[in-house]
């Protein structure tokens, strides 16, 4: 008899990453339930063929519901998240808040359901900093809240595993970029807040020198190997690097973008912010694992990136309305401190 597909749950499906892995499992034949609060996320991301279900994962009803209304899942890919690295300093609440309790409510859940497997989208912000390139194998050492929050639910799913059995499989992707990425978000996503500069005619916005390096790593190489993990045996119980391998810097990817674009090199810098200087992992753990193809080249990647956001359009930077500490706050997040 022919195998009923799995029936799986994509959170954060609204948003980025979230919508590519919901596409990707539905080509895979998987039943795709799909949510997302929308506080990032936009309802025209959820791929067509999955079933929509707006709501918030801080509230362990709704989260309950998921199961009881449209379950029972044999996967939960848990990607909704904010993942505002910097900005996480100072919105510590909301940071733990949306990214460490509302996972724990749907951890409890899959333990409570008998979920096969559990996908977790963790970040490099938990290495922290002067652990170049990062490996799976170096001792976390997150330095902001996002990236303590991250290294949180990491700890929680092993202690759930041990517990209650509950296999997992965590993804470290780092400076994902591309199609559907939320281009009025100020905060977070350089890429994505370059073009978004650009098409208002305005100059790209530089925190410090522009000699940050980053290894930006384009959706199409993160989100297949997201959606396949937990198909893998090899891949339960483990924790991935996930992304490209090349680092640039700030600056360097500047040019791209303008040159994406069509138009002439216009840089501001803004006073430098607390932030890691050099951030690149290493990838040998999940090119073992998956077999990936290439990486999309950074250029390829950026115009593909370029020629969506020409379509859309600019939009209007969304200001975060609830910031909770301002001391030390850039001044262009609307701080008054140097």
């Known amino acids: 008899m022919p195998q009923t597909p799995p029936c799986v749950l994509v959170t954060g499906a609204a948003g980025f990453i979230g919508s590519h892995v919901a596409d990707h499992c539905l080509r895979m034949g998987m039943t795709v339930v799909a949510t997302d609060d929308l506080s990032g996320g936009f309802r025209e991301n959820v791929p067509d063929g999955a079933v929509w279900v707006q709501g918030d994962l801080c509230d362990p009803a709704f989260v309950e519901s998921l199961w009881t209304d449209h379950g029972p899942f044999t996967f939960v890919y848990h990607l909704g998240a904010y993942a ?4 996480s300093h100072f919105i510590r609440h909301y940071n733990y808040r949306t990214n460490l309790l509302a996972s724990i409510n749907l951890i409890n859940a899959s333990v409570r359901h008998g979920v096969t497997r559990f996908v977790f989208t963790s970040s490099i912000a938990v290495y922290g900093r002067n652990q170049v390139p990062m490996r799976e194998d170096l001792p976390p050492m997150p330095e902001d809240p996002y990236g303590i ?10 202690a759930a595993h041990e517990m209650f059995g509950l296999d997992y499989v965590v993804f470290r992707p780092h400076n994902v970029y591309g199609e559907r990425q939320n281009v009025a978000d100020k905060y977070r996503n350089v890429i994505g807040i370059f073009m978004n500069q650009v098409l208002h005619g305005e100059p790209m916005t ?5 000699g940050q390096s980053r290894a930006f790593s384009h959706v199409d190489d993160v989100a297949p190997l997201i ?4 198909l893998l045996a090899e891949a339960r119980n483990q924790v991935f690097n996930v992304g490209a391998d090349t680092p640039c810097t700030v600056l360097e990817l500047a040019r791209e973008v303008a040159a994406a674009l069509g138009v002439p090199m216009n840089i501001r810098h803004l006073p430098a912010r607390l932030e890691v200087v050099d951030a690149y992992a290493d990838h040998t753990k999940a090119q073992r694992v998956f077999a990936p193809p290439p990486s999309v080249p950074l250029a390829d990647g950026i115009r593909r990136m370029a020629r969506w956001a020409e379509r859309r359009g600019p939009m209007s930077p969304v200001e975060f309305k609830n910031i ?5 706050l850039p001044p262009s997040w609307g701080g008054t401190e140097s």
Do not use: T
Request: charge should be negative; hydrophobic fraction near 35%.
């Open 84 to 87: 505002a690295e910097g900005l």
């Open 149 to 158: 929050s991250k290294y949180a639910v990491e700890l929680d799913l092993q």
């Open 206 to 210: 530089i925190f410090g020198d522009g």
């Open 227 to 230: 959606a396949r993990s937990p």
């Open 324 to 328: 909770e500490i301002r001391q030390r």
